[in-house]
């Protein structure tokens, strides 16, 4: 077919196309170009069919993928001619050159409006067409309600209002404002009656937009929908034209179910049966046919339905026969139902007792990772992801290792972090965890993220039982030729921590440990070199007798890096080196590493972020979202543990003497890179090293946070605190004189929750105990998840809660037993009468075979959960606060002995406090304000204002000044405040260490009587 | 929704694209060349959907042609592979068995068409017969104008003759 009349453009058409190569075809373009710039400059000479055939051609050139940087505005000019044929092009061109950002559009839009509400059909379509294509903004705006017009008017053609359905579409999409909900609902119920298909079609691609934001306005679309889809599924009333290759309107029939999975549920029960009638007739009626299109057409109807009896929660019966078919589907030849078999049984995982179906088909499953097609191999590392638990998790993982090797590389790094992620939730035994780990690394060390060795690491150093195994197994991987670098790193850090545990077995004397690592030194990169050196401290440190000649060897390895340009490695160096000439001292110094404090895995962390951001408003990822947030609270019942901060670390130990809190001693050194400086332990406090390492956590991962350790320049503060232990800590251990200890600081988990909604709040080890809570206003509604770790049950348990006067707290019932391995959940119903800090307490007893423990735990109910962060404008501020003139509603205190921190830090405490820091309102860089809303029954919802003042030259103190419209809030908040600022000196008394010295078994027990850490760094020195 | 569309032919030279969703000149070429290498390159027997940054490309391979369609995460793949049959059957019956040169040379009838069948990157019509009725009327009145024009320019050649 020729093009008719356009005989330049088909010419360079052809010309382009008898280019021999790429430089060719540039030089005909650019000469191209050339010439239609000229032309377009003059533009008086142009006849507007030259000016159509210059657009056509410029437009064909941006096809080809050459950039066209000029003659937008010869397009555009187009669309306000008078005749159609330049009025279609104008239209057509800029709708493909141009998106919704480009500023020329904006010079349209009178244009265009004149054409949608002018008399002309055929404008009325190409406008139409233009704005449901590339309209922005701007568009929605002054468009929405011409648009809206057409579709509902009765005089339009069905050729307009279809376009102007979706039209009102886009334009919906832009702003949703657009459509005004109550005057639009009944309009667009009563659209569905319509009789021509392609407005009904549109129409409905309409409502899917409109009930995925706002089903509840839309209750009188719902039996409509119904009502089509009964006519489409049993072909009444369908015209032939509209039947594709058999099928009555498979897009429709889509359509119409895509909308119905917006409502929550079928509430009338006739509606409801219809439906259902409809739904079965189509599972059980699609059969599999030889042509293509019809067999494409009515699987798409057969998929769509699946994902609407999924939303229903039908009943078993049904659910079962979806997932039959899946079955089926999973298992077919056609790679495209194979795909959308997987992908639908992944929903379907979603849908409780069916779990185990699914289950049947792991095999096949299994064979589909192995499929040629990446797209398949994708749903199926999916799906076995998804459906993986306990009872699979060993083959599931095993196959995922076995895959690894072969996998393409597009998908290596999803599928180990995958297989670490399966390994650490479900692993029956912690051994095959480390080994399912090493593999990993081994197999696929490139893929292995920092945060997947670090967690192993995590993992044997709070297991004891775990660390000869896997030294061994370090071991092991040592005497292959070659390995990745990571796993360099992990052996060599595991070996240091625990190769004396294997001292006896052949090939596993220090010395030969040192040389298989130190072998493994010319290949690795600077980031592994402060590792090894830190092993060879420590191999060094185990050495009994000690052996000379390794010394030497160590000693020469240490001064050759003593020069080194990297400077951790160099003070790594330069340290040990001075250290291991110590003799004895060096024994406290590089004692074990302590258990690292336990948090939430990373990795878990990172997928269930991951699986949020994705999240959107569909009806099957709200259910994700719910299922992923159980899946949070099951994951905290596990032996999880904290966030490594093995990027730093140091293997150096301080010997505190009270050693109520090592992992706030093993941060302060983390941080300071191991450097001598830190044998000086952070002043403990009641709040300091909770807080902070709540904070630093977060942080810790992208880099050391330099500043925090500031206290250690001032070792007068640091000598004056020797012994002392966390003041609130004491509240709880004191009493407790069970013979199970805590597992983790109980104080410290009490600060992460003050700042944080869940997490656990205790554990030893027959019980985890977890919380999750949630806060509205003065009420909260806090959660225990009271975790049974044993193989045996717990009896007689019971929970009181003491509560102060101004908590209102409901327990429900406690059960008296928990089953083996077994988890119950206690909501708790809080409501906060007035402003006061004190807090509640949980009584917790139970009996495990003849031991009785009691522990009384703090529960996080504290002033800041009653917080909600308000920002406030320069407008609010300034009349509120000089309105609240004066003591009692205005407190002003000088605060002395501050924690030093940069006005950064402060910000982001007051910020994670639920005190929200108004950056710009104080004139003066050095001062902070900071607005929150406090609620409480007495006060209901209380504006409080808080000006903090600090001096720049001394960061130790400050002025703060607290406003709000209550006294006792007033005062409240501001002790609070306070506490969380300063640091407060607690005279010392010996404490039951929550973490007894059998973490270090090697350290000898002068280390733990030696008084004073600072003194004792005087004396290295 | 349908993002875009594209059609690649075999050599990677594109043939046709229509943005739904804002993409500026950059990640529109990124975005095609990105997808030649993905696409092209995949075997006879696998399936026509490809997972690509958080989206879904449903595509079909005709004779030398490759047609693509981007959409979202959780829409029905099938319904949209049979969205892009409907398109080449129109185009099929409006050409009288298409082939790419039809739409190489008439690359502005294969837009006109796909207006017709797609606005916002929805299905607008499902039905072959409206949409040919519809483009046929499209092409009768540009042909009407421009015998008018010839008409007209006859007019005045006459009179000064």
Known sequence: MALSGMRGLSVFISDVRNCQNKEQERLRVDKELGNIRTRFKNEKGLTPYEKKKYVWKMLYIYMLGYDVDFGHMEAVSLISAPKYPEKQVGYIVTSCLLNENHDFLRLAINTVRNDIIGRNETFQCLALTLVGNIGGRDFAESLAPDVQKLLISSSCRPLVRKKAALCLLRLYRKNPDVVNVDGWSDRMAQLLDERDMGVLTSCMSLLVALVSNNHDAYWSCLPKCVKTLERLARNQDVPQEYTYYGIPSPWLQVKTMRALQYFPAVEDPNTRRSLFEVLQRILMGTDVVKNVNKNNASHAVLFEALALVMHLDAEKEMMSQCVALLGKFIAVREPNIRYLGLENMTRMLMVTDVQDIIKRHQAQIITSLKDPDISIRRRALDLLYGMCDVSNAKDIVEELLQYLSSADFAMREELSLKAAILAEKFAPDLSWYVDVILQLIDKAGDFVSDDIWFRVVQFVTNNEDLQPYAALKAREYLDKPAIHETMVKVSAYILGEYSHLLARRPGCSPKEIFIVIHEKLPTVSTSTIPILLSTYAKILMHTQPPDQDLQRQIWAIFSKYESCIDAEIQQRAVEYHALSMKGAALMDILAEMPKFPERQSLLIKKAEDSEADTAEQSAIKLRTQQQTSNALVLTDQRPANGTPQVNQLGLVKVPTMSNADPSTAEQGLTHANGALTIVDPQPPSTTSPDLLGDLLGTLAIEGPPGPVTAPQSDPRVASGLEGGVDALAIATVEDQTNAVQPIGDIAERFHALCLKDSGVLYEDPHIQIGIKADWRAHQGRVVLFLGNKNLGALSSVQALILSPSHLKIELSLVPDIIPPRAQVQCPLEIINLHPSRDSAVLDFSYNFGTQLVNVKLRLPAVLNKFLQPIPISAEEFFPQWRSLSGPPLKLQEVVRGVRPMLLAEMANLFNSLNLMVCPGLDPNANNLVVSTTFYSENTRAMLCLIRIETDPADRTQLRMTIASGDPTLTFELKEFVKEQLISIPITSRVATPPMAPQGQPLSPPTALLSSDPGAMLAGLL | ?161
């Open chain 2, 1 to 161: 929704m349908i993002h875009f569309v594209l059609l690649i032919s075999r050599q990677g030279k594109v043939r046709l694209t229509k943005w739904y969703s804002p993409y500026t000149q950059k990640e529109r070429t990124k975005v095609i060349r990105e997808l030649s290498g993905m696409i092209l390159t995949r075997g006879p027997k696998l399936c026509n959907f490809v997972e690509w940054r958080g989206y879904k490309v449903v595509y079909k391979r005709y004779a030398s042609l490759y047609f693509c369609m981007c959409i979202d995460q959780d829409d029905n793949e099938l319904e949209v592979l049979e969205i892009i049959h409907h398109f080449v059957e129109i185009l099929d019956r409006y050409f009288g068995s298409v082939c790419e040169l039809d739409l190489i040379f008439n690359f502005h009838k294969a837009y006109y068409i796909l207006d017709e069948i797609l606005i916002a990157g929805e299905l607008q019509e499902s039905s072959k017969k409206t949409v040919a009725r519809l483009v046929a009327a499209q092409d009768s009145l540009v042909e009407a104008a421009k015998e008018e024009a010839s008409s007209i320019s006859n007019i005045i050649a006459q009179a000064t003759k």
